[in-house]
């Protein structure tokens, strides 16, 4: 069975700080995918990012950037120069080859203040 | 092109009456998920369709739920006799295909309300 920890719940911080959203992920299978997903008020779930356990590069997209360390079984999220656009839930997913459901951790509310 | 789209975006129903919901996929979309959103159990994962294979029901909470694809595009999940607790955000979404981890992408959803 999978499991996906956000141990953070809220986080809260002034325009243009940088923040680092942590996901924790346990699996047994050896293949496995990731994902992270945005939810803002308007409460779609939009896709944001996608990795393989095969693939351990890090991924800057403008001011997002992803650490996937196999070591400490952790995919964490880090935005930079936040905007109060940024401000949403943030969901970590992951899912396996064998089942592609996707098991999300708690989420994330993170509020970006003006 | 078009999303996900969820039909109705609001349903309210009394305890014990049946609702219908429904998805329309990404077109050449294969695989359909649906997903439950509430404030107790995040979200959860209810049923899967991939193609022409038999769905994996594993998610379904009870019985009273059920779902079906009809010639690999709209998919109707329906619930019998609702239950209070059944009040959620039902979640669609779709994917290339399955088994290989695509993305998912998730429709608005349709926020159920049992009274």
């Known amino acids: 069975a999978q499991k996906v920890t956000q141990a953070q719940t809220e986080i809260s911080v002034v325009e243009k700080e940088d923040v680092t959203l942590d996901c924790v992920y346990e699996t047994r299978d050896t293949t496995y995918y990731l994902f992270w997903y945005k939810q803002p008020p308007s409460g779609e779930l939009v896709f944001l990012i996608r990795r393989n356990s095969f693939d351990e590069q890090n991924e800057i997209s403008g001011r997002y950037s992803w650490n996937f360390q196999k070591s400490t079984s952790s995919f964490n999220f880090t935005i930079t120069a936040s905007q109060v656009v940024d401000s949403a839930v943030y969901f970590c997913?992951?899912?396996?080859?064998?089942?592609?459901?996707?098991?999300f951790g708690k989420g994330i509310t993170l509020s970006v203040r003006p | 092109g078009a999303g996900v789209s969820q039909s109705p975006s609001n349903k309210v129903t009394e305890k014990g009456k049946d609702v219908e919901l429904r998805c329309d996929p990404i077109s050449g979309h294969t695989a359909l998920y649906w997903y439950r959103q509430s404030l107790g159990q995040g979200l959860e994962f209810l049923i899967y369709?991939?193609?022409?294979?038999?769905?994996?029901k594993s998610g379904l909470p009870s019985d009273r739920f059920s779902a079906e694809r009809t010639g690999g595009s709209v998919s109707t999940l329906t619930i019998q006799r609702t239950q209070q607790e059944d009040s959620a955000v039902y979640l669609c979404a779709s994917s290339l295909d399955g088994p290989k981890g695509r993305e998912q992408y998730f429709g608005p959803g349709t926020r159920l309300t049992v009274t």
């Open positions: 997913a992951s899912s396996t080859g064998a089942n592609s459901k996707l098991t």
């Open positions: 369709f991939q193609g022409n294979s038999a769905p994996d």
